[in-house]
């Protein structure tokens, strides 16, 4: 009876099991940037404790999935500036830009990385494009941002302006950037 058994869980069961382990074609219904976007966001989780191996393997597999997506590569250059990879940084940034031009966060932080390379005219440049980026949101970040570079470069001028536009929009941190005495 008992070898009964086992031939039957052999000659039934365990071809049931295996074929489940069969790889399949993914769904027509896979959406390669949602896949990519979700492992851009676990990549991004893991640079926030510090652990690169995980941030590493999550933004390959993103590559994986949709390598021309702006996304992946800004999340890259993120990634490489924290490694201290200023080369690898610039190059992952222009593939982002060079994907999607019209992402007001890319130019942004684009614009922040060239200022901490001492390049103010680029990082002008750069924050001004993110300033007309269609359904950009965040222009009290970018005016913040063009202020603290103006300053680090002396550019008065330049940091008045930002200044005047950041009170327009946010008053708040206008006035923690440059109290009014």
């Not at 851009?40 to 989780?45: P, Q």
């Not at 990879?85 to 932080?109: M, T």
Request: glycine share 2%.
């Amino acid at each position: 009876m008992k070898s009964f058994f086992i031939q039957f869980l052999s000659a039934v069961i365990f071809p049931l099991v295996f074929s489940a382990c069969v790889s399949q074609e993914p769904s027509s219904d896979f959406n390669k940037q949602q896949a990519a976007k979700a492992r851009v966001e676990l990549a991004l989780g893991y640079l926030q404790q510090n652990n690169f191996i995980q941030a590493k393997q999550n933004l390959d597999k993103a590559l994986i999935h949709d390598r021309n997506y702006y996304l992946v590569h800004s999340a890259f250059a993120h990634f490489y500036q924290l490694q201290g990879d200023v080369n690898e940084a610039r190059k992952s940034y222009l593939q982002a830009i060079k994907l999607d031009e019209k992402q007001g966060d890319v130019h942004n932080n684009f614009g922040t990385f060239l200022c901490r390379q001492g390049e103010f005219e680029q990082a002008n440049t750069q924050f001004e494009l993110a300033l007309v980026s269609p359904n950009y949101y965040h222009q009290a970040d970018t005016y913040e941002n063009m202020a603290l570079c103006s300053q680090a470069f002396n550019q008065q001028d330049a940091y008045q302006k930002a200044i005047n536009k950041l009170r327009q929009i946010d008053v708040n941190r206008a006035e923690k950037l440059n109290p009014v005495k």
